[in-house]
């Protein structure tokens, strides 16, 4: 009996450490519910055995923000399942590592969506050149150069479909707005009326109003800037360099990495001006997104940087918190009116899809992606059911109908997750979400904001393939720069005093310089002046 | 009776034998096979060759070594990383010795074994639990728990920069690794003490022996042994955090853009320059750079243990 219980018990162990032996060989689990990429390509493969119809792919979304992490039952996906006969077996990834693991191993799905490592990606070993994989599996479908030039390598090959390209003609089109996503700076219309100033229209004017701020309101924070993400180089771009991108700016005629440049200097000594009274707080810094979003959605700031989409999200909270007089507002006014070099917009997209080698149905993929570029498709995934989410006005605009409008309004997010809409770009043109976020009677005041910030911007597509290659000195360059910036961006902020800024500013400067700074910019400006000569900029 | 030979010998114990060749297997398939990945830091890897780049890769010697040496970041983590540890050593290494002590010379038996228990359970609570927690006490805005009572009671005039404050950041860190690990460590060397021949004491109260001297020359001497391998095993972990290998969790989630001057260290970087900037070869330099000091810790601390206890060979080896 004993003996039977001493090999019951070995029997169990042996199971548990096979069972823990595969589960540790496989790629890290995914966080939707869509299960390992390699068990969904396997699915894929599986469901699809020669059907035409209800073919199932596996698709990795490498944004871990992304709204949703899984297909079906939502009016728009149920849409293109219909018309392509595609459904999507989705894992939406659950930090920065699984997309690498997924790549290092071989193990990536059919397809890939993913804002980030889209270099990385261009490669013949694991994604399909999608020149020749178009005219193989869908030789009718439109590939317009402005679309795959943004993707283009220096061989002309290119292996992802951009979405949110545009041309000319439609950065023209007086209903074309940036993307919903954009920044700007964000501030309590109620405590300005209180301080009875006018928006600053100089960064002199801004300190003013801030210390007016903190006269007002001791308890309030003046301004909360961020050291991460889109939030991190707005404010740099937009109100301290000269640069058409935050890896390149215009310094005295050439060209030079945004943070060895006279204009960084400058603007990092007026915050630093604005630390020293008090106008910016440390502990801003140290904390994380949701914590950032949540300490300005508390009332407790007064400017702010935030999405454009986010403007009723805030004064929703506003009214939750018991704040029914606060109201949030973009700052219009432009402060840097001076600079040279407007802010560009890249006109690079936002996102990419890949076709992997491991695809097992390319005559299905490359359908659902011509159809994904469609006219049809655009307007479904930009403006969602026609007489269900909008209805179109005599000129092909959408006329959002007016619950759809309020939930737009309300909560963009939610919004996308349970229509669909604004969720699925794959290579789609940026035409069709932006004349849905203009709604000048719906929503006022972000169709304003964004008028605003075209106004202000010019396009200039050359600048979206301005960026090193993998695995080169001016990438590895470029990444230890940023890092190093990013170090210093707080410590240089708060140095107590005129000397001490001297100083960590001259350190940075002689770390950068260790880092391949001359030789990034020496990059940059023989890349740049080859991009103006390909592109016809004068 | 004639010998058994060896394969005889295998054979007559092969359930016990399949046992140890599956732990064998184990080790060998997870600690050693799996080291083969370290070829790329002598190459330049390019994921986009995924496995086979481990192979295809050009080779180009110790550049990447090298290039981490002359690394403007280097001394700052090289620094950070060894003060950090060389804190912990000091300050929370010793500390589940002395709640050892303290929890076995405790009178009362309920109290005990209550206090053993609270002193452990913090262990099991995850690092982001204990970063948020260190948050909501330490911040310096409204919100600052500790900030707010000094206010209060009138003992500061201005809320304390502790989670701004690079300085402060090294001994939160010390104070949150104690704080959370000491209790666990410290069932290791109450085991030692429970080993302790009872009559010792016994004795050396008949003869005498204050209660201090009871753990100078009886329990101290007792569990040196147990400190002595707890040492060593901290040393060979110095580059992660010691004892409880805390380093990467704390800098990580306890650090922050404002502190990154004495939070980052090599486990960061690591992970900053691997994963969030794509340079593989590059960081598996650093990582191997980082094991093989590591390693001389841990040969060096048995060696000095050994000599301690008055062996002439370390403890372990």
């Not at chain 1, 804002?115 to 013949?124: A, Q, V």
Request: glycine share 8%; hydrophobic share 45%; charged share 15%.
């Amino acid at each position: 009996m004993k003996k039977r219980g001493s090999l019951f018990t070995a029997l169990l162990l042996t199971a548990v450490m096979i069972l823990s032996a595969c589960s540790g060989g496989q790629a890290p689990a995914p966080a939707g519910d869509g299960g390992n990429a390699g068990q969904d390509a396997a699915q894929a493969q599986g469901s699809d055995a020669g059907a035409a119809e209800n073919v199932e792919l596996s698709i990795l979304v490498n944004m871990d923000w992304f709204f949703m992490d899984n297909w079906g039952g939502r009016p728009v996906d149920d849409v293109i399942t219909r018309e392509t006969g595609v459904s999507l077996n989705v894992t939406r990834v659950a930090d920065d590592q699984q997309l690498p693991v997924l790549m290092a191993s071989n193990q990536l799905p059919d397809l890939v969506y993913t804002d980030s490592m889209l270099l990385e990606l261009s490669n013949d070993n694991q994604c399909y050149e999608l020149g020749e994989f178009f005219r193989q599996y869908a030789p009718n479908m439109p590939l317009p150069n402005e679309q795959t030039g943004i993707a283009k390598r220096d061989d002309g090959n290119f292996y992802y479909l951009v979405n949110f390209w545009k041309t000319q003609k439609e950065w023209d089109d007086p209903h074309f707005l940036p993307s919903v996503g954009s920044s700007g700076l964000m501030y309590r219309e109620d405590i300005l009326a209180e301080t009875g100033m006018q928006l600053p229209t100089s960064m002199d004017e801004l300190e003013a109003l801030l210390i007016k701020v903190k006269e007002l309101y001791p308890s309030i924070v003046p301004l909360a800037l961020y050291s991460e993400g889109e939030r991190y180089t707005f404010f740099i771009n937009q109100y301290m360099v000269d640069s058409p991108s935050y890896m390149i700016a215009e310094d005295n005629g050439d060209w030079s990495y945004f943070a060895g440049t006279d204009a960084y200097r400058d603007g990092m000594r007026t915050l630093n001006r604005f630390a020293q009274q008090g106008l910016l707080i440390p502990e801003m810094f140290t904390l994380m997104y949701e914590q950032y979003i949540q300490e300005t959605q508390s009332g407790n700031v007064f400017m702010w940087i935030d999405d454009s989409s986010n403007l009723e999200m805030n004064n929703n909270a506003f009214q939750t918190m018991g704040l029914d007089s606060a109201r949030a507002a973009f700052m219009k006014s432009a402060v840097y009116q001076e600079a040279p070099y407007p802010y560009v917009d890249p006109s690079g997209g936002w996102a990419g899809t890949f076709v992997t080698k491991n695809n097992k149905n390319p005559e299905a993929t490359a359908r659902f992606l011509e159809w994904m570029t469609s006219d049809e498709a655009g307007k479904l995934v930009g403006w969602g059911i026609e007489g269900q989410h909008y209805n179109p006005d005599s000129n092909g605009y959408p006329i959002l109908t007016p619950d759809v409008a309020r939930m737009w309004v309300e909560d963009y997010d939610k919004t996308v997750r349970d229509t669909g809409v604004g969720a699925w770009f794959f290579g789609t043109n940026a035409w069709y979400e932006s004349v849905r976020i203009y709604a000048p009677e719906e929503n006022p005041p972000m169709t304003e904001y964004l008028m605003y910030v075209k106004s202000n911007q010019k396009m200039e597509p050359a600048l979206a393939t301005l960026r090193p290659n993998p695995n080169t000195d001016e990438s590895a360059a470029l990444a230890s720069l940023n890092n190093t910036v990013k170090t210093y961006y707080p410590r240089i902020i708060f140095a107590r005093d005129g000397n001490e800024f001297e100083r960590i500013m001259d350190e940075l400067q002689s770390q950068m310089a260790t880092q391949g700074l001359l030789q990034y910019n020496d990059w940059a400006a023989n890349r740049w002046t080859h991009l103006k000569q390909v592109y016809g900029i004068s | 009776m004639k010998k058994k030979s060896l394969f005889q010998e295998i054979w007559s114990q092969k359930f016990f034998h399949f046992w140890a060749l599956l732990g064998v297997i184990f080790v060998f398939v997870i600690s050693y096979a799996s080291t083969f990945g370290l070829v790329i830091a002598f190459k330049n890897y390019n994921i986009a060759d995924g496995l086979a780049g481990m192979f295809a890769g050009p080779w180009v010697g110790f550049k990447h070594f090298s290039d981490f040496f002359i690394d403007a970041n280097f001394v700052r983590i090289l620094r950070n990383t060894l003060v950090l540890s060389g804190l912990k050593l000091l300050f929370s290494f010793p500390m589940p010795v002395l709640l050892a002590i303290f929890l076995t010379e405790m009178r009362f038996d309920r109290l005990r074994r209550f206090s053993q228990t609270v002193s452990y359970l913090p262990h099991f609570v995850s690092w982001v639990v204990v970063a948020s927690i260190v948050q909501v006490f330490f911040n310096s805005m409204s919100s600052g728990l500790i900030n707010s009572m000094l206010l209060q009671i009138g003992a500061i005039d201005n809320a304390i920069s502790f989670l701004t404050d690079p300085r402060a950041f090294w001994a939160l860190a010390v104070l949150s690794d104690a704080w959370k690990e000491s209790g666990w460590w410290a069932i290791i060397f109450i085991a030692a003490i429970a080993s302790i021949d009872p009559g010792l004491y016994e004795a050396a109260s008949i003869d005498g022996a204050s209660r201090m001297q009871r753990i100078w020359h009886i329990t101290l001497p007792g569990i040196s042994h147990s400190i002595g391998v707890v040492l060593i095993i901290s040393l060979g972990n110095i580059f992660t955090g010691g004892m409880s290998g805390s380093n990467f969790d704390q800098s990580f989630l306890m650090g922050n853009n404002m502190v990154l001057d004495a939070s980052e260290i090599i486990p960061t970087y690591v992970y900053k320059m691997g994963i969030l900037a794509g340079r593989y070869s590059y960081a598996t330099a650093i990582g191997m750079f980082q094991a093989a000091i590591s390693l001389i810790f841990i040969f060096g601390a048995n060696y000095f243990s050994g000599k301690l206890q008055g062996q002439d060979e370390g403890l372990l080896l």
